[in-house]
C-alpha cells in the first residue's frame, strides 16, 4: 500500500446470498482527501463503508485502512477509524456534554483529555450554547454535529460518514462541511456516502456506485467534461413527444427533462447532433434547436448510470 493511501480494495466483494451487494470494487482513497460515494438506493454504498470499517467481512476481495488489511487487523484499524452511521447511537435522555463524555469514556480516554477534546470540539461546531440541553431536543442538524462530535473524540485518521445530513436543513448541511473542511484542512481524511450531487460537487473526488459496482470516479469537474458521450440541450415544443421519440433512437445514451427544455446526451460513435435533429424534422415537420452545453453532474450521473443499464 502506499504511504499516502488511506483506503485502497481490490476486487471486494460482498454478497448475501444471491445478492451481490458490492461487485469487485477496486478503489483507492489518499490522505487529506475528502472522497464522495454517490448513487442510488441499494447502489451498495452503506455496505462499503461497513466492509472498510470491519463491520462486515468480505465475501472475496482484500481492504486496507490506513496500512492494515481488514478484516484482519480489524483491533488495530479501529484506533485509527471514526465511524458515523446514518443512525447514529445517540442517548437522548443525556445531554450534549454527557453523551460525549460516556462516547469518550467507551474509547477509554483519560478524563482531562476528554474533557479538553469536549471544549475544543464545542468550540470548533458553534454547540457551547448547547452542552447542558439534552440530545433529544436538539435540531436535526445539532444532533448530526454531536454525533459527529462523539465520532472525533479518539482523534481518527479517517472519518466514514453514511450520508451524514440526510433529512438536515440547507444552513446546517452548510456548517456541517464547513466542519469537515477544517478536519482535512487538519491533516484528516474524510469518506462520505451523500445523496446530494451538491454536496458531491464539494469533494475532491467522487466516486458512482450503481448495483453494487464502481463505474465512473473522478474529480466532479473531470467527471463532466472527460465523458466520451456529448450532451445537448433541445428546445421543443413538446418535452414529452420528443423525450419518448429520442429515447429509442440508436446512440442516444439518455435523454431527461431540464425545465423548459430537454438534456440529451448522444454517443458521438453512432450518432451525431445533425441527425438527430434531422430525424426529428423527418418525423415531425419542425427542426428542433440543439446547443452543446457542459452537463451537470446530476445529468452526467443520470446519463451514466443509463448507459450502465443498457444492454
Same mark, same amino acid.
Given at each position: 500500500?502506499?504511504?499516502?493511501?488511506?483506503?485502497?480494495?481490490?476486487?471486494?466483494?460482498?454478497?448475501?446470498?444471491?445478492?451481490?451487494?458490492?461487485?469487485?470494487?477496486?478503489?483507492?482513497?489518499?490522505?487529506?482527501?475528502?472522497?464522495?460515494?454517490?448513487?442510488?438506493?441499494?447502489?451498495?454504498?452503506?455496505?462499503?463503508?461497513?466492509?472498510?470499517?470491519?463491520?462486515?467481512?468480505?465475501?472475496?476481495?482484500?481492504?486496507?485502512?490506513?496500512?492494515?488489511?481488514?478484516?484482519?487487523?480489524?483491533?488495530?484499524?479501529?484506533?485509527?477509524?471514526?465511524?458515523?452511521?446514518?443512525?447514529?447511537?445517540?442517548?437522548?435522555?443525556?445531554?450534549?456534554?454527557?453523551?460525549?463524555? &460516556?462516547?469518550?469514556?467507551?474509547?477509554?480516554?483519560?478524563?482531562?483529555?476528554?474533557?479538553?477534546?469536549?471544549?475544543?470540539?464545542?468550540?470548533?461546531?458553534?454547540?457551547?450554547?448547547?452542552?447542558?440541553?439534552?440530545?433529544?431536543?436538539?435540531?436535526?442538524?445539532?444532533?448530526?454535529?454531536?454525533?459527529?462530535?462523539?465520532?472525533?473524540?479518539?482523534?481518527?485518521?479517517?472519518?466514514?460518514?453514511?450520508?451524514?445530513?440526510?433529512?438536515?436543513?440547507?444552513?446546517?448541511?452548510?456548517?456541517?462541511?464547513?466542519?469537515?473542511?477544517?478536519?482535512?484542512?487538519?491533516?484528516?481524511?474524510?469518506?462520505?456516502?451523500?445523496?446530494?450531487?451538491?454536496?458531491?460537487?464539494?469533494?475532491?473526488?467522487?466516486?458512482?456506485?450503481?448495483?453494487?459496482?464502481?463505474?465512473?470516479?473522478?474529480?466532479?469537474?473531470?467527471?463532466?467534461?472527460?465523458?466520451?458521450?456529448?450532451?445537448?440541450?433541445?428546445?421543443?415544443?413538446?418535452?414529452?413527444?420528443?423525450?419518448? &421519440?429520442?429515447?429509442?433512437?440508436?446512440?442516444?445514451?439518455?435523454?431527461?427533462?431540464?425545465?423548459?427544455?430537454?438534456?440529451?446526451?448522444?454517443?458521438?460513435?453512432?450518432?451525431?447532433?445533425?441527425?438527430?435533429?434531422?430525424? &426529428?424534422?423527418?418525423?415531425?415537420?419542425?427542426?428542433?434547436?440543439?446547443?452543446?452545453?457542459?452537463?451537470?453532474?446530476?445529468?452526467? &450521473?443520470?446519463?451514466?448510470?443509463?448507459?450502465?443499464?443498457?444492454?
Amino acid at each position: 500500500m502506499k504511504a499516502d493511501l488511506m483506503v485502497q480494495t481490490e476486487n471486494l466483494t460482498r454478497r448475501f446470498g444471491e445478492f451481490v451487494a458490492v461487485d469487485s470494487l477496486n478503489l483507492e482513497v489518499s490522505k487529506g482527501e475528502i472522497f464522495g460515494l454517490v448513487g442510488p438506493d441499494g447502489a451498495g454504498k452503506t455496505t462499503t463503508l461497513r466492509l472498510l470499517c470491519g463491520l462486515l467481512n468480505p465475501s472475496s476481495g482484500q481492504a486496507r485502512v490506513a496500512g492494515r488489511a481488514i478484516p484482519d487487523e480489524l483491533v488495530a484499524v479501529k484506533d485509527h477509524i471514526g465511524y458515523m452511521a446514518q443512525r447514529f447511537g445517540l442517548y437522548a435522555d443525556l445531554t450534549v456534554r454527557e453523551n460525549m463524555n &460516556f462516547y469518550g469514556d467507551l474509547f477509554g480516554i483519560r478524563a482531562a483529555e476528554r474533557d479538553s477534546l469536549t471544549a475544543r470540539l464545542l468550540r470548533m461546531t458553534r454547540m457551547e450554547p448547547f452542552g447542558s440541553r439534552p440530545a433529544g431536543k436538539l435540531s436535526g442538524g445539532m444532533k448530526q454535529k454531536l454525533a459527529l462530535m462523539c465520532t472525533l473524540l479518539h482523534r481518527p485518521q479517517i472519518l466514514f460518514l453514511d450520508e451524514p445530513t440526510n433529512g438536515v436543513d440547507p444552513v446546517s448541511r452548510r456548517d456541517f462541511w464547513a466542519i469537515l473542511y477544517q478536519l482535512v484542512k487538519d491533516g484528516m481524511t474524510v469518506m462520505i456516502t451523500t445523496a446530494y450531487l451538491d454536496e458531491a460537487e464539494r469533494c475532491n473526488r467522487v466516486g458512482l456506485m450503481h448495483r453494487g459496482r464502481l463505474i465512473r470516479c473522478d474529480a466532479p469537474d473531470s467527471l463532466k467534461t472527460r465523458l466520451e458521450e456529448t450532451a445537448y440541450e433541445i428546445e421543443v415544443p413538446d418535452l414529452r413527444e420528443a423525450k419518448e &421519440f429520442y429515447a429509442g433512437l440508436p446512440g442516444v445514451v439518455s435523454v431527461e427533462p431540464a425545465g423548459a427544455t430537454l438534456h440529451l446526451f448522444l454517443d458521438p460513435g453512432r450518432t451525431s447532433a445533425d441527425e438527430l435533429r434531422g430525424r &426529428f424534422e423527418s418525423r415531425f415537420g419542425r427542426p428542433p434547436a440543439f446547443r452543446q452545453i457542459v452537463p451537470s453532474l446530476e445529468d452526467t &450521473f443520470i446519463a451514466l448510470i443509463q448507459k450502465a443499464d443498457k444492454p
